[in-house]
């Protein structure tokens, strides 16, 4: 079983920057690969970023590559989304997920989601 508690959302301006984190409840999280998804209002969730468990296998979506970047520290059981460039049509509610399985990119092969945490860029 793992838990995971996303926070570090916010309301920021066009052009700045925020860095939401997930704590993970469970003594297995080196294991698994960390998605981040997000889902905007009346939009599908979809996957933004991605790390391995071995820490170096990552994704990015087309609309978020060179602006964010996925990294875990495996003594803290944390994966961080540090989100450059923030643009309004990054606002979303953003979800950390966990699943064992090393690339997996859709929504029903991770097992474990947190609460969410919302990001709203303002123009």
């Known amino acids: 079983q793992v838990q995971l508690v996303e926070s570090g959302g916010g309301l920021v301006q066009a052009g700045g920057s925020l860095r939401p984190s997930c704590a993970a409840f469970?003594?297995?999280?080196?294991?698994?690969?960390m998605g981040w998804f997000r889902q905007a209002a009346g939009k599908e969730r979809e996957l933004a970023a991605r790390i391995g468990w071995n820490g170096y296998s990552t994704y990015y979506a087309d609309s978020v590559k060179g602006r964010f970047t996925i990294s875990r520290d495996n003594a803290k059981n944390t994966v961080y989304l540090q989100m450059n460039s923030l643009k309004p049509e990054d606002t979303a509610a953003y979800y950390c997920?966990?699943?064992?399985?090393?690339?997996?990119?859709?929504?029903?092969?991770?097992?474990?989601w947190g609460q969410g945490t919302q990001v709203t860029v303002s123009s």
């Open positions: 997920a966990a699943t064992p399985h090393l690339t997996a990119s859709r929504i029903h092969e991770y097992d474990y």
């Open positions: 469970a003594s297995t999280f080196s294991s698994y690969t």
